[in-house]
Nanobody
Framework: QVQLVESGGGLVQSGGSLRLSCAASGFTFSFHAMNWYRQAPGKERELIAS????????NVAESVKGRFTISRDNAKKTVYLQMNSLTPEDTAVYYC?????????WGQGTQVTVSS
């Protein structure tokens, strides 16, 4: 079955950096776009970054452009989210996502907390 396992979240001071990882299994990773979403308390889940099957083809939301970078390693079946210059507004649960077998799959989420 499809599994997405995120890691790398934690508590960081404002201005700091974190790198999230999402290890995928249960589908042909290299064939599918991978996405990172986040959901802050009281807010809707938002798409913040996507990477197409072709390595190097990425998109990031305007709210994180210039600070966050998404990348993928097809050999390791892993997608990454490098987050720099973090601010308290980046505090959220971050989720890995893939649309495969005609539905969305989500990881369990990893908490990122940025202190001021």
């Amino acid at each position: 079955q499809v599994q997405l396992v995120e890691s790398g979240g934690g508590l960081v001071q404002s201005g700091g950096s974190l790198r999230l990882s999402c290890a995928a299994s249960g589908f042909t990773f290299s064939f599918h776009a991978m996405n990172w979403y986040r959901q802050a308390p009281g807010k809707e889940r938002e798409l913040i970054a996507s990477t197409r099957p072709t390595v190097g083809s990425t998109n990031v939301a305007e709210s994180v452009k210039g600070r966050f970078t998404i990348s993928r390693d097809n050999a390791k079946k892993t997608v990454y989210l490098q987050m720099n210059s973090l601010t308290p507004e980046d505090t959220a649960v971050y989720y890995c996502n893939v649309y495969v077998y005609s539905r969305d799959y989500w990881g369990q989420g990893t908490q990122v907390t940025v202190s001021s």
